[in-house]
């Protein structure tokens, strides 16, 4: 079962309720606002957004005269563990302000989470999800067929590693993206991320024994368009690091030929260097 929810309305309240999903920030794929849902595997990537998994939640949106205040709580989180771990027990919970401006709009966010992947303690060998809190803000605003978007988020509490045990650290992400509409069919996108983690006297590890840097970076691309009076379209991304350390390319494709019969197809493969934490999904590829 991917989705299913029950919504109803009354003057300017609306409430939500089952499994859903929750899209927070203005940059798609980046994990620096949109971290609320689970984290996508490889059998999703090509995908529209329609068609991916949600989550159980509760929401509820106020529609103010000036501003859209939204919360939810999630009431069973997912989390991706290599090794054995306990289901989290914490819930999900989150509140979101959106005000419109002049050609756009700013959001501002407020929520305590659990890690989508679970954090390895390399000196016990086990894996750990605790709650941590997210601040951040968002802002959109176009100018004639270009949109520029801004996603920042402080993350308060997240776990490291050394060698030899866990602790709690905080990280600021950032991320900054271009929409750009040169038909009326095809989108263009790219958008630049970077982590920033604001305490690292020690040295820390990630699965592997990989050491983990203080800044990292990474780039998305992207195009999209319809032909055939938008019975074809197609989709290319490009993503990977800003040290070229690992790359991503995907494909996709679907025909309409008619309401009830719909063809598609995508390809995805991925560029790693060796001696990166990935290293062994280099030449990884995927068709459907």
């Known amino acids: 079962l991917s989705r299913i929810h029950l919504q109803n309305s009354s003057g300017d309240l609306s409430w939500k309720l089952g499994k859903y999903r929750i899209g927070w920030g203005e940059i798609e794929g980046a994990p620096v606002l949109d971290v609320v849902n689970s984290g996508l595997s490889f059998g999703d990537v090509g995908l529209s957004s329609d068609e991916l998994p949600g989550q159980w939640f509760i929401g509820a949106d106020y529609f103010a005269s000036a501003a859209t205040l939204s919360g939810f709580i999630g009431l069973a989180p997912e989390v991706a563990h290599v090794l054995p771990a306990k289901p989290p027990e914490d819930v999900e919970v989150g509140a979101k302000a959106n005000i419109p401006i002049n050609g756009g709009a700013v959001s501002l966010y407020a929520a305590q989470l659990i890690p989508q992947s679970g954090v390895v303690d390399l000196g016990s060998g086990t894996s750990h999800a605790v709650p941590y809190i997210l601040t951040g803000i968002s802002a959109n605003k176009s100018f004639r067929n270009v949109l520029f978007e801004i996603d920042i988020a402080g993350k308060f509490g997240l776990q490291r590693s050394t060698l030899t045990q866990l602790s709690t650290h905080d990280r600021l992400d950032a991320s900054i993206g271009v929409e750009y509409a040169p038909t ?24 592997g ?25 197609f989709s290319a991304n490009l993503l990977g690091t800003l040290d070229s350390a690992v790359g991503v390319t995907s494909l996709s494709a679907t025909y309409s030929y008619s309401d009830s019969l719909k063809f598609g197809a995508s390809a995805m493969w991925m560029d790693v260097e060796v001696g990166t934490p990935l290293e062994t999904m280099d030449g990884f590829i995927n068709t459907e």
């Open 184 to 207: 009326n069919t095809m989108q263009v996108t790219a958008a630049v991320v970077g982590q920033h983690w604001l305490d690292q006297t020690e040295t820390y590890y990630e699965l």
């Open 209 to 233: 024994g990989y050491v983990a840097e203080q800044t990292s970076g990474s780039y998305i691309l992207g195009v999209d368009d319809s032909f055939l009076d938008g019975k074809l379209s």
